[in-house]
């Protein structure tokens, strides 16, 4: 089974970029990134034993799809024909995918990410991902929010009035899945992302994170501190839902956007 069909059976879709979590469009740096981010969610050691073989299985089928990606001229191939090499050299031979994820990561500590998330957010970079992320996902905010960098559930209403704003100038297009998205979603979604953070533990041993702090103290300070924030956010949407829900007696779902 060639790289493209074992994306399809283990991650639901033959394309790379979708699979990387990212855009068609990405830069070098935006698909290391978001290899980073799609391997830390299925790294073997993460996983329980009975499941660690397919862990493996998910994280080796990542790594090849980076491995394409990040080579410039594969990229241009699969772009132009939608191939890849699968003799090349890449993509043969039995390569230590984890060895290759260590190597292209270096350890960091949480003054790496602060640091990092401190010069990100509130950037031009960070603005323009934002506004990519919108576009590409046609305003899924479950999506949007997977795909921006250093975002968590705390940042949403941020995030929200960034994209309201761009929608007001035109920017970009006014997407009904956005606008129009049920309370239910948003906060089923905020009630996955506590789950995440409970379970960051564990995610300290991937990142190699040193010192006293750990990151799971990291963004239980960071939720804490923006906590009110999004409770907020949550009060506003009941405050102009909740009357309609009360008086329409079924609710109607947001219709989903494509992906």
Request: net charge negative; proline share 2%; with cysteine.
């Amino acid at each position: 089974m060639g790289l493209l069909e074992q994306c399809e059976a283990v991650f639901g879709s033959p394309d790379l970029y979708r699979v990387l979590g990212v855009r068609r469009e990405a830069s070098p740096q935006e698909i290391r990134r978001g290899y980073h981010r799609a391997s830390l969610r299925v790294h073997p050691d993460r996983a329980e034993p009975d499941a660690k073989e397919e862990a493996t299985r998910r994280f080796q089928i990542l790594g090849k799809a980076y491995a394409v990606l990040s080579d410039a001229e594969q990229r241009a191939v699969y772009d132009e024909q939608g191939t890849v090499d699968e003799e090349g050299e890449a993509l043969s031979g039995e390569r230590d995918w984890r060895e290759y994820w260590r190597l292209l990561f270096k350890k960091i500590t949480v003054k790496d990410i602060e640091d990092f998330e401190k010069s990100y957010k509130d950037s031009e970079e960070e603005l323009a991902d934002i506004k990519a992320a919108y576009v590409d996902f046609e305003g899924d905010m479950d999506r949007i929010m997977e795909s921006v960098l250093c975002a968590d559930y705390t940042d949403e209403p941020r995030i929200r009035k960034i994209i309201e704003k761009a929608i007001d100038s035109g920017e970009v297009p006014s997407y009904q899945c956005f606008v129009k998205e049920s309370k239910q979603k948003t906060i089923a979604r905020k009630r996955r992302a506590e789950k995440e953070a409970r379970e960051a533990e564990k995610t300290k041993d991937e990142l190699g994170l040193g010192g006293e702090d750990d990151l799971k103290a990291l963004i239980q300070s960071r939720n804490k501190d923006r906590k009110k924030e999004m409770d907020d956010f949550l009060a506003q949407l009941e405050a102009k839902y909740g009357n309609n829900a009360k008086k329409g007696g079924k609710k109607t779902a947001a219709k989903k956007g494509k992906k």
